[in-house]
């Protein structure tokens, strides 16, 4: 069955984070969280880095911010998909920080970066990357956006 880790740099990302929790629970999908410092526990990143295959992994979602290292280093040692999440810490430079130390990878190591605390995002891409190849997933898929346009439609009928 596929597992979709989500690691974060600090418990202070958890409320961010959260969202990716919550969504790939939503679709009945195995989730492992964890806490990987990149600058506090730098042999447990190069540990979750080299590992996360063997584990039984199919997708890292990373959330990090300030100098997010987390995601590109991740990255650089994995072999699975990586979706970083800048999350906006209470010492951020308004976010521009956590996004652009996530999204300017250099060639050859990709990082899906998602907005700014856009981790729900990152949980439905995760669902989306299992479903490429998981019927079961890849219906739920289509069903969740379904939802999304019933939702707008409704609301579009109710303002007249
Ligand atoms: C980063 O520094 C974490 O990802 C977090 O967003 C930020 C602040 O961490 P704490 O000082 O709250 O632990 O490593």
Redesign the pocket.
């Known amino acids: 069955m596929s597992k979709v880790g989500i690691i974060?740099?600090?418990?202070?990302?958890l409320p961010v984070m959260q969202d990716a929790i919550d969504i790939l629970k939503g679709f009945d999908i195995e989730v492992e969280v964890d806490i990987v410092?990149?600058?506090r526990t730098p042999e447990k990143l190069f540990d979750y880095g080299k590992n996360a295959h063997i584990r039984g992994f199919s997708v890292i979602i990373a959330?990090?911010?300030?100098?997010?290292h987390?995601p590109g280093m991740i990255a650089s040692l994995s072999p699975l998909p990586v979706i970083g999440v800048p999350?906006k810490?209470?010492?951020s430079i308004d976010g521009w920080d956590s996004v652009l130390s996530i999204l300017q990878m250099p060639g050859g190591v990709p990082v899906a970066t998602v907005a700014l605390n856009g981790a729900k995002n990152a949980g439905i891409l995760a669902a989306q990357i299992l479903g490429s190849n998981n019927a079961t997933i890849l219906n739920k898929i289509i069903a969740y956006k379904e939802e999304l346009k019933a939702a707008v439609i409704k609301t579009a009928n109710g303002l007249n």
């Open positions: 974060m740099g600090s418990k202070s990302d410092s990149a600058h959330g990090a911010g300030g100098a997010a987390l999350v810490s209470s010492n």
